[in-house]
RNA sequence: GGGCGCAUAGAUCAGUUGGAAGAUCGCUUGGUUUGCAACCAAGAGGCCGGGGGUUCAAAUCCCCCUGCGUCCA
């Protein structure tokens, strides 16, 4: 067995001089043509060399010029070579169901291009894609090279030598980029090593190679020709992998690397940001003097610290005390002698002043793809970064919005023929997230002050669970809270170290915890190895009845089955739409010469429609089948409206509007939208409008089958509205300009067909998802009956024409208040009248007036009468009142603070009687009540009670 | 996708182990003042989000629904 990879030993190393070595360090192979050098260069012994020092000359530009320049010369370098330019995709991955955001150039061409199923759109290719990558969130600002939005600039070649179509592999990929760095850009070779570092990831693997130019990765070259195998030959961290038939270069190029390297800035903020930067320090007046330096000894400093933070790993939720310690310490070999405060005086607002445009970008990259912020899935990494951004504003003191920075970033980082939002959109939705983070902070005090207020002021810390629950239930992060709660006054308190880290790991624990899938059971124990069903519904959709043989006859397994199917029948053809985006299988009937059995769904499982049958049909029985004509009408009605509905809204309200799911019943269709806010009843009815106009002006819908690549070429990603479809051919449904997409169901031809479209109301699935209920066709009009009787019904109660039933109803409830108001008081007026006076129910005793009686009424009817009684202090009483309702009730109550409450104990007589009518209960000294289920031991009680007091 | 929290007067929110629905602001009326602001006094204003359950007793505990918030993946 052959354990690993073999050495990566290339032409291109050789004829340029570079020898292989073992690192010093990290024990890593690598190739390099410094004779001096015993380290890879991306060790902690290995400084950025390029800090004040451009490693690649000629590039005086910075920002977006510099970006664009860069970008240009490395694409042209590459279309000179042979390779085909392909524009970047978005940053939201919406052709891929298992991410979110594009995270790579090679997700690009994930899963079905790099499955080997669907052609690459060109072949080798070269790209910049723009990426998001929130890992190391917290490292962005602080560690001078983090970012959380960069280009990857790559070429990418897809070979598959089993056909005898391999490009090209290692040997011409080192070639390329060794040209590209040293030739084009004029790096000098003794600055570049090569290094031997294998891959692996999701299943795949293969050799790769990490390019460190000056001490800093500027890119990275797999070469992934391996697949996770049981019996496979290689082995790579403990894990088996043999060759596979595609064998795909991934290269990754830095853009936004090869700037910092070509500007020599202290920091990579200062190279692609650099008016943002200065802008930031302007306005929250951070300058050289606030510190006793002048500019180029900050400068100096910056650049220090820059190349320390280089080499020193600085991760998220190590401890930051020690971390400062050593920092300071190195910093101090280097003649850059600063102590704590200083180090923090210009770290932290620093920080944050390099971060802002980074995030800025990154939500200008989301929002701009039309991504709504949200609460839940990508939507809230777009909501956490801009609250981030807020965050560190006000930690800053800017007096700027979202909506100004967001403008300025625009104006000055970015291009705008990118977007897909408006501007105007971008700042209505921006404006929206800051109205909400001051509302959370707002609530958030509220919360804090209640949350401590039973804590003494003294104490120096909180108790964790306190911190935990206003962190995930509130959104105030632990700090936020110690501010908050130093305002109050809780001087002393102070955030315990590894407090966040140990939160992070609590959260770590629940994401794990959580991470157990449920997958849903099969409805058939075995697939049968039969052809594929030949589905009639997509030839003509009005199909309602064929004739096929049967393949196969199957036993229905698992809890998701129909009362009454007892069979899966497969057939050769069929009209029967199984179940599928969205749309819910067809019904009706097979029957053949000898049984006929009604079919109540229809599943797809692979590329078999399996039609769930009450009863079973021989293999090669040939079969009749007929449709439920009309329910399958109806769903194509519906389907059908969803388009259009979803276009419609999509006109009225901006790019944004994308379909987040949708389901098409017999009774009704839901359609979920993703928007920035609710809907009022007049979005509503104006995109019904528009929905019925469409109806009546588009006389065809057009349906297509095009190759992937084609389609994506051709109408872009918004397509996949429906989800992420599997396989090379895309089944396209347009409807005039109004609405294109990918869609597998069946439509009309004619939307006239639909007849009506009706909005029945709007509710939100999360934020940001927004859920359309929708009734088209026969389903619309059986609604509006259905409406009419309800209010029919409600006017017969009032005996009212339906027309005066709203006024009617605020009448009746107006009167219904009032009413309840003057009985209340009637009943006031009851008790005062029959505890005035004295009678037999009234003694004394030691000077406490004692009332014991039988009353009629609940108890909340019997509490007003003790208040009456007891509330009066200058006649301390105790009132013993009964009634029998409700298997009997007694209470008892003192005047407060008078005689009466220090002779008698509510409690105690209450629980000496309260036997007599089986029961128990219980109160305050001064107020006890309680019930049982003997109503006619009441006066027993009562006497009781007498007896007890002595009255 | 998973977790957590909230819903009480027109507004902002308290409400302890289940046992008498509260505060502040606003509102109305009266007083004070040339007038306003301020102040004093009195008063009105509550299906405690909806539905079910447990209990002698639920704003409070349990379940479901609706609306809202928040953290993590």
Redesign the pocket.
């Known amino acids: 067995m052959n354990m690993g990879l073999p050495p990566i030993d290339l032409k291109v190393f050789h004829d340029n001089g570079y020898t292989r070595q073992e690192c010093r360090v990290t024990g890593l192979w690598f190739w390099t043509c410094d004779p001096d050098r015993d380290t890879c260069g991306d060790t902690e012994e290995d400084e950025y060399t390029f800090i004040g020092a451009p490693i690649i000359s000629g590039y005086d530009m910075r920002g977006r010029e510099l970006k664009d320049s860069m970008r240009e010369a490395f694409i042209g370098f590459l279309e000179k070579r042979g390779h085909t330019r392909i524009q970047p995709y978005p940053v939201l991955a919406r052709w891929r169901d298992d991410i979110?955001l594009t995270i790579a150039s090679i997700a690009d061409f994930q899963p079905h291009v790099t499955s080997g199923d669907v052609e690459p759109p060109a072949n080798p290719l070269a790209i910049s894609q723009p990426c998001i990558r929130?890992?190391d969130v917290d490292a962005v600002g602080r560690s001078g090279r983090h970012l959380t939005t960069f280009e990857m600039m790559a070429h990418h070649v897809f070979n598959k030598p089993d056909e005898g179509r391999m490009f090209y592999w290692m040997e011409e990929c080192v070639k390329h980029c060794h040209d590209l760095l040293c030739g084009t850009f004029g790096i000098d070779p003794e600055e570049v090593t090569y290094v031997e570092n294998p891959w692996s990831g999701g299943g795949n693997a293969g050799p790769a190679v990490e390019v460190i130019v000056g001490g800093l990765e500027l890119a990275t070259l797999v070469f992934m020709n391996l697949a996770e195998s049981d019996d496979g030959e290689i082995e790579i961290k403990g894990v088996k992998y043999s060759e596979m038939p595609l064998q795909i270069i991934d290269t990754g190029y830095g853009l936004e690397r090869f700037c910092w390297a070509a500007a020599g800035t202290p920091t990579i903020y200062e190279a692609i940001y650099p008016e943002s930067v200065e802008w930031l320090k302007q306005m929250a007046g951070f300058s050289s003097e606030r510190f006793d330096m002048n500019q180029t000894e900050l400068d100096s400093l910056l650049g220090e610290m820059s190349r320390l933070f280089g080499i020193m790993n600085i991760e998220a939720g190590s401890d930051g005390d020690r971390m400062r310690e050593v920092f300071l310490a190195r910093l101090a070999e280097r003649g850059h002698s600063i102590d704590v405060e200083l180090f923090t005086a210009i770290t932290e607002p620093l920080s944050r002043i390099y971060a802002i445009p980074d995030h800025m970008h990154a939500l200008a990259n989301m929002l701009g793809d039309g991504l709504v912020p949200?609460?839940?899935?990508?939507?809230?990494?777009a909501?956490?970064i801009a609250?981030r951004v807020l965050r560190m504003r006000d930690e800053l003191g800017l007096n700027l919005s979202l909506a100004d920075l967001v403008m300025h970033h625009l104006d000055v980082n970015y291009s705008a023929e990118r977007m897909k939002q408006t501007q105007e959109g971008l700042v209505t939705i921006l404006k929206g997230e800051e109205e909400?983070?001051d509302?959370?902070l707002?609530?958030?005090?509220?919360?804090v002050?209640?949350?401590i207020?039973?804590i003494p002021q003294g104490v120096d810390e909180l108790p964790d669970e306190i911190l935990?629950?206003i962190?995930?239930?509130?959104?105030?992060?632990p700090d936020l809270v110690m501010n908050i709660a130093n305002d109050l006054g809780w001087k002393n308190l102070t955030l315990r170290t590894g407090f966040n880290a140990e939160?992070?790991e609590r959260?770590?624990a629940?994401?794990k915890?959580?991470?157990k899938?449920?997958v849903a059971k099969p409805i058939v124990e075995h697939v049968p190895s039969v052809p594929a069903t030949i589905p009639l519904y997509y030839e003509d959709v009005s199909q309602q009845n064929f004739e096929a043989s049967v393949l196969a006859c199957l036993e229905l397994k698992g809890d998701d089955i129909p009362e009454g199917a007892t069979h899966g029948i497969v057939l050769d053809r069929t009209c029967f739409y199984p179940e599928g985006g969205g749309q819910e299988g067809d019904h009706g009937s097979l029957t053949c010469d000898s049984a006929s059995n009604v079919i109540l769904d229809s599943r797809k499982v692979d590329d078999l429609v399996i039609h769930l049958s009450t009863g079973p049909f021989e293999v090669g029985d040939m079969v009749h089948g007929e449709l439920d004509w009309g329910r399958r009408r109806q769903l194509m009605d519906h389907h059908t409206a969803v388009h259009i509905v979803g276009g419609a809204a999509r006109r009225l309200l901006g790019p944004h509007i994308y379909q987040?799911?949708a389901n098409k019943s017999v009774d009704s269709a839901r359609l979920d939208i993703t928007h920035h806010k609710?809907l009022s009843r007049q979005d509503l009815d104006e995109i019904e409008s528009l929905a019925n106009e469409v109806i009546q002006k588009v006389s065809r819908t057009e349906k297509m089958t095009l190759d992937r690549k084609d389609a994506d070429r051709k109408y872009g990603f918004d397509l996949y509205q429906g989800g992420a479809p599997k396989g090379s051919d895309i089944r396209i449904l347009r409807i005039a300009d109004h609405d294109i997409q990918a869609c597998g169901g069946t439509h009309h031809d004619e939307p006239g067909r639909i007849g009506q479209i009706r909005i029945v109301r709007?509710?939100?699935?999360?934020?940001g998802v927004e859920?359309l209920h929708i009734v088209a066709g026969d389903a619309a009009m059986r609604y509006a009956r259905n409406q009419e009787d309800i209010l029919r019904d409600a006017a017969d109660v009032f005996q009212v024409p339906v027309e005066e039933l709203p006024t009617k109803a605020s009448r009746m409830?107006s009167e219904w208040?009032?009413q309840r108001?003057k009985i209340e008081s009637l009943e006031a007026e009851i008790v005062r009248l029959r505890t005035s006076g004295g009678g037999e129910d009234i003694a004394e005793v030691d000077g406490v007036r004692v009332v014991i009686m039988e009353v009629d009424g609940d108890?909340?009817t019997m509490?007003?009468m003790?208040?009456e009684?007891?509330?009066d202090s200058s006649k301390p009483t105790l009132a013993v009142l009964g009634s029998r309702e409700?298997?009997?009730?007694?209470?008892v109550?003192?005047?407060?603070n008078s005689i009466a409450s220090e002779k008698f104990n509510a409690v105690d007589i209450l629980r000496g009687i309260s036997s007599h009518i089986r029961?128990?209960?219980?109160?305050?000294p001064?107020?006890?009540?309680?019930?049982?289920?003997n109503p006619d031991g009441l006066p027993d009680a009562l006497d009781a009670a007498k007896q007890l007091i002595g009255a």
């Open positions: 979110h929130l890992n949200s609460n839940a899935k990508a939507g809230y990494l909501r956490m609250r909400r983070y509302e959370m707002r609530k958030g005090n509220q919360v002050k209640t949350a207020k039973d935990f629950t962190n995930d239930s509130h959104g105030i992060a939160m992070a959260h770590a629940m994401a915890d959580a991470a899938a449920v987040a799911g609710r709007s509710n939100a699935v999360q934020d859920r409830f208040k009032d108001k108890l909340k509490t007003k003790l208040k009684l007891t509330l409700g298997g009997g009730k007694l209470m109550a003192t005047t407060e029961g128990g209960g219980g109160g305050r001064t107020f006890a009540q309680g019930g049982g289920s």
